[in-house]
């Protein structure tokens, strides 16, 4: 298989956790991309129409892309490991925490994206402050749940680990974790895991 990637992306490190934890990556050749929305990677253009990382090219040639669709996948080849549950509401409860996860990464580089590459002087205030609600509103879920994690690992602890992970890494100064203490306590363990270490974003 073909990882298309770039390091900062907190999609690319749920995968890239995913694959270490399952001992997968001797099976993946990585290829690293430059690429944002006005910056194109012709390399990632070429595997995936969207333009998106991470993307994953199967041994067949077919690309994959959203990471939720990709950690299924890698799930598939290892799947008793069961962090995608085959039913019930386990099944349910691990995708709601997927999803939730998923969607504050969105606001976070939606919000980031807005400030980085958009001209100051077309910036919209309003539109980023409602991106961090969203923000402010999945770390509340996560940390009402956080107590439930324990030890587990799933694919949607992953990801929620990697959504707290990329607010340590682009909104630094934001102090989530005095606000959301349960959630805290959680991560600093979960983020100890040789899996997190490796990937952690320079």
């Known amino acids: 298989m073909k990882l298309i990637y770039s390091p900062a992306s907190p999609y690319v490190r749920k995968v890239l956790v995913t694959l270490k934890e399952l001992g997968l990556e001797d099976k993946v050749e990585f290829v690293k991309v430059t690429t944002s929305v006005v910056d194109q990677s012709d390399v990632l253009a070429a595997a995936n129409p969207l333009t998106r990382i991470p993307t994953l090219v199967m041994d067949n040639g077919k690309p994959l892309y959203d990471s939720r669709v990709i950690t299924q996948y890698l799930v598939s080849l290892a799947p008793s490991c069961g962090y995608y549950p085959a039913s019930g509401e386990a099944r349910w409860d691990v995708l709601r925490l997927e ?35 969203k923000v402010h509103g999945a770390l509340k879920a996560l940390d009402g749940e956080a107590a439930s994690f324990g030890d587990g690992i799933n694919a ?5 680990a990697c959504a707290c992970g990329y607010l340590d890494f682009r909104y630094g100064d934001m102090g989530w974790r005095e606000s959301y203490p349960a959630l805290a306590a959680w991560y600093g363990k979960f983020s100890e895991r040789k899996s997190m270490q490796e990937t952690k974003p320079a």
Request: aromatic letters at 8%.
């Open 99 to 133: 999803a939730t996860a998923e969607g504050m990464m969105d606001s976070a580089v939606n919000a980031r994206y807005e400030r980085g590459l958009r001209p100051a002087e077309k910036q919209w205030d309003d539109w980023v402050d409602g991106q961090m609600k």
């Open 156 to 160: 949607g602890i992953i990801a929620a």
